[in-house]
């Protein structure tokens, strides 16, 4: 019980501290570059730090950690993913920083001739893939804290069952969020981060330590260990046990398997650079280079992370065990938290395993929200720039108002991720992120690069490069085994969102990357041609020298 | 305003610096993408290879995975300092 009441005291020591930041960034946000670009006063370290905490979302801190305590090696391909993908970034930064204002949509209208529909397909994007990307986040909450206050064994905390308690922590969740976003907007926002950030990495230095420090700092021998206690021996630390199985006797099924793996591998290294969440963190620092420096931090911070996550993971395979992991979350996401208990109760006893995990637990929290927050800030941002702003009030409106416009839209999709998430709160929806993923690689990344890069685009590339390469990842996936038709071979239980007994499935792969990125920059080229548009010759140059110089930038 | 800085497009110096940017990012792309997919391709297809012991419990993928962390960095460091040295300042002439 003490356990449990430090746990949720530093929940709510953080979401003090976070209201308090809020409320101090409230008083300071004054005009559009206040609320979407917190005043662009960022340096470029406080950015990385801010865009490191963007990116490492709870489903990678706690999700690979659980990945490799079950599986092994396999889950330090998502780390590997995930890191790669920052270099991609690293080059397109400075130009999106200097060639846009606040959003996606700035960069892609600054060329075309016909600028609504470009900004309205944006829009779109930016919206879906942030609302996706929440769903899985918020659902994760849910389950998550009332793992982490220990009401799931049938307990009660404050008079709640577990039921009702992942209903009230998405609320409360989605709640806090809100209101970060529409008092604070990116001044509160990168705080958040920076917060988020910095305990992360903390936490995560403190269990690697001690992780090693069991094993008297031999890596080798925590492997053996991991391989030992997982009861795979050595395979658990070859790739294969979860990815691009091989299925003897059954050639299709291990190419499908394989091409799999390969089309989740494609999607985390391309959609990074397309995450709304992240670029609309490019526009808060005052220059393209600061932005540059501020994606070498993320890159820094990011790699540091992942390589802790071997530790984390292999260590709670060895020390926390296979069983003690599957019997609190079948998916692995309690496997940190637990090792944090373990390590903690080997250095400090039962206080010291009750402060750990209540700490690590907080960082999770922490996690969450922050995550949370930038994707609606991302959301409502595009929604009030993109879509009141210069669409419907064709680029002038009062700024006033277009800030006024971006509160009222972070509430509509804060609360839409909350009655969604809600509704989805007993579903496995651990997909949408790399779904997420695929996305931004197909939709918006051959809208980036094309719009820098090629003389020839026009707007209705744009919209055809965004709606197709949106739609086809979304009807894949639709029509994919982790929506309907998988079972487990042992158990008969399904292992996708619809019932065992429910079978739509067309489309092999359960990630669409593959087919959907190739489709996404196809529909772009094809658009192109297809709209008989001319592009601006003149504009596009402009934009080229925008882009590259950082001449005439906000 | 539309189209302002156009003329700029023309100046020698500016298509060097487009020149010289061009050149680093295709040349990082084809580098990191082509060493990622190796690594991903080796995983998929060459498990047997990947399986072989490099030192303790140390295998060949966990070493090539650890590379992948090692090339990133070196690459970030490579890129940034080529920014500095040959794309920053040809950016602040025509700024």
């Not at chain 1, 976003?181 to 705080?191: D, I, N, P």
């Not at chain 1, 993971?313 to 940190?336: E, H, M």
């Not at chain 1, 250095?347 to 960082?363: E, K, P």
């Not at chain 1, 007993?426 to 779904?435: D, E, G």
Request: with cysteine.
């Amino acid at each position: 019980m003490t356990g449990r009441a430090l746990t949720f005291g530093l929940f709510l020591a953080f979401i003090l501290i976070t209201l308090g930041i809020t409320i101090w960034a409230r008083v300071n946000t004054r005009g559009a570059d206040d609320f979407y670009a917190g005043g662009r006063t960022f340096s470029g370290p406080q950015n990385g730090v801010a865009l490191a905490g963007d990116y490492m979302s709870a489903a990678s801190f706690l999700g690979i950690a659980g990945i490799i305590a079950l599986n092994g090696y396999d889950g330090f391909l998502y780390s590997i993913g995930f890191l790669v993908a920052w270099l991609l970034a690293l080059l397109l930064v400075e130009l999106v920083r200097n060639a846009g204002r606040f959003t996606l949509g700035d960069v892609l209208a600054r060329r075309v001739r016909r600028q609504a529909p470009v900004r309205r397909a944006a829009v779109v994007s930016t919206v879906t893939v942030s609302v996706f990307y929440l769903l899985a986040q918020m659902v994760g909450a849910g389950a998550l804290v009332s793992l982490l206050l220990g009401i799931h064994r049938g307990e009660r905390f404050l008079g709640m069952d577990a039921a009702t308690a992942k209903t009230v922590t998405i609320v409360v969740v989605g709640a806090l969020m809100i209101f970060y976003v529409a008092f604070g907007g990116m001044k509160a926002t990168t705080w958040v981060q920076i917060i988020k950030s910095a305990l992360l990495m903390a936490g995560a230095v403190v269990l690697t330590a001690l992780v090693l420090g069991r094993f008297g700092f031999d890596v080798s021998a925590m492997l053996g260990s991991a391989a030992d206690a997982s009861g795979k021996g050595e395979a658990f630390l070859r790739p294969g046990l979860r990815y691009g199985q091989d299925v003897p006797g059954d050639t299709y099924r291990t190419i499908v398997n394989k091409l799999d793996f390969i089309s989740l591998a494609l999607a985390l290294v391309l959609g990074t650079a397309g995450l709304p969440h992240i670029v609309a963190r490019f526009f808060a620092v005052p220059d393209g280079r600061a932005a540059r420096t501020s994606v070498s931090w993320a890159i820094g911070l990011v790699g540091a992370f992942y390589l802790m996550t071997l530790a984390l993971g292999f260590g709670a395979a060895a020390l926390v065990g296979r069983q003690a992991i599957v019997a609190q979350d079948p998916s692995g996401n309690t496997a940190a938290p637990q090792l944090a208990q373990a390590v903690g109760e080997h250095v400090g006893g039962r206080v010291g395993g009750d402060v750990l995990l209540a700490f690590i637990g907080a960082v999770a929290f922490a996690t969450i929200l922050a995550v949370v927050s930038g994707l609606v800030l991302a959301s409502s941002t595009s929604l009030a720039h993109d879509f009141f702003g210069q669409v419907l009030m064709l680029g002038r409106p009062r700024e006033s108002q277009e800030v006024a416009v971006a509160r009222f839209a972070s509430f509509l999709v804060g609360s839409l991720a909350i009655v969604l998430a809600v509704v989805a709160r007993n579903l496995n929806v651990a997909f949408l992120v790399a779904l997420a993923f695929a996305m931004a690689a197909s939709a918006n990344l051959p809208a980036i690069v094309l719009s820098l890069f090629w003389r020839r685009f026009n707007s209705a590339g744009v919209v055809a490069g965004i709606y197709g390469g949106l739609i086809a990842a979304l009807v894949l996936v639709f029509f994919s085994p982790v929506v309907s038709g998988k079972v487990d071979p042992v158990t008969g239980e399904s292992l996708s969102l619809f019932p065992a007994g429910v079978d739509f499935h067309l489309f092999p792969l359960e990630n669409p990357g593959l087919v959907s990125i190739p489709i996404g920059f196809a529909c772009a080229v094809a658009g192109t041609f297809a709209g008989r548009e001319k592009a601006d010759a003149e504009r596009y140059d402009d934009l080229s020298v925008r882009a590259l110089t950082g001449a005439g930038s906000h | 305003m539309v189209g302002g800085l156009a003329p700029v497009a023309g100046y020698e110096r500016f298509l060097l610096l487009r020149r010289r940017f061009r050149r680093a990012a295709a040349m990082l792309v084809a580098g990191f993408l082509g060493w990622y997919f190796v690594y991903v391709g080796l995983s998929a297809f060459a498990r047997g290879f990947m399986a072989r012991t490099v030192v303790g419990h140390v295998n060949v993928a966990l070493l090539l995975g650890l590379l992948q962390f090692v090339s990133t960095f070196a690459l970030t460091a490579a890129y940034l300092a080529y920014a500095r040295r040959r794309l920053d300042p040809l950016a602040g002439e025509l700024r």
